[in-house]
């Protein structure tokens, strides 16, 4: 794997070689310093360009970052809909293990760009032509405090989708309700314990993008808790899952709404929960059978 003092001299030489490359930054985890290093860390690079359609027309210039196991431009998705508008990505997974993640800006798109993120670096700009950014810092991805609102929606949520997945257990349509299980309940369970994070540190932190720093912020118990929802196997194990989730999310909840003031509507948690448990007894004995 090449060295990140490597990769950055190649990244700048590449784009001095093209005069279409007016300017270069760099955004993501590298720039924030409270990430931790290690060797999956990409290299989040922005070319501001002030001619996109020649680099697109001829993208041989790229094979100049090495050999690729694989590349992807999310903005020729058809499946999926790309969110950069004007600008043009090329994600690279090298077979040395090193990844770039190459965005093409154009110059009049810098603007929404910056504003974007504040984790933006700039690492070459010869003619000065972009303006000066503050140091990078992670603060526009801190935990925010919810609303009343924000927490009343979550928990509805949760609440509510856990009958799909009771029915989707109840049907043995098990794709259907683990679907809803991870995808949507659990999720709202992480957003709240981000939440009991952020209480718990005065909202001066991020736990990163899908919530990939969060147990480092919980107690042990907490992550295996957590951990021990994630055994879909069988739907009896779906099933305990949804039971020791809706149990888990119940507590924290409550525990979350009285050190902030927020209000949580515990007698539905406690309605949702005997209907959860009164579905999934009646699975055991009368199990619906599939026609």
């Known amino acids: 794997m090449r060295t990140e003092e490597e990769m950055m001299l190649l990244i700048v030489e590449v784009a001095k070689t093209h005069p279409e490359v007016i300017a270069v930054g760099m955004n993501g985890s590298r720039t924030n310093k409270r990430a931790p290093k290690d060797v999956f860390q990409d290299y989040d690079i922005v070319y501001v360009v002030n001619d996109m359609k020649r680099l697109l027309e001829d993208r041989s210039w790229i094979d100049a970052f090495g050999d690729r196991l694989i590349m992807q431009t999310p903005e020729e998705s058809v499946l999926f ?42 690492i070459y700009d010869p003619g000065n032509l972009l303006p000066r950014v503050p140091i990078a810092t992670d603060q526009d991805y801190w935990v925010k405090k919810p609303s009343n609102e924000e927490f009343f929606d979550c928990c509805k949520e949760f609440w509510w989708v856990s009958t799909y997945v009771v029915k989707g257990l109840y049907r043995h349509e098990k794709a259907y309700a683990t679907d809803h299980l991870y995808n949507y309940c659990y999720h709202e369970l992480l957003r709240l314990f981000s939440w009991q994070v952020g209480e718990n540190t005065h909202y001066s932190l991020s736990v990163g993008k899908n919530y990939k720093y969060l147990s480092s912020y919980l107690t042990k118990e907490e992550n295996e808790a957590l951990n021990d929802l994630l055994d ?60």
């Not at 004007?86 to 504003?115: A, G, H, N, Y």
């Not at 509507?265 to 959860?276: F, I, P, R, V, W």
């Open 81 to 122: 809909e790309p969110s950069l508008g004007k600008r043009f990505t090329f994600l690279m997974q090298f077979i040395d293990d090193t990844r770039i993640d190459l965005t093409l800006c154009p110059l009049s798109e810098v603007e929404d760009w910056l504003e974007e993120d504040r984790l933006v670096r700039i």
């Open 232 to 291: 879909f196997r069988t739907e009896d194990s779906c099933w305990r899952s949804l039971c020791n989730m809706e149990a888990l999310f119940h507590q924290t909840a409550e525990r979350f709404a009285e050190s902030t003031g927020l209000r949580y509507n515990g007698n539905e948690g406690q309605a949702l929960m005997s209907y959860t448990h009164r579905w999934y007894n009646q699975a055991k004995e009368e199990p619906l059978q599939k026609k």
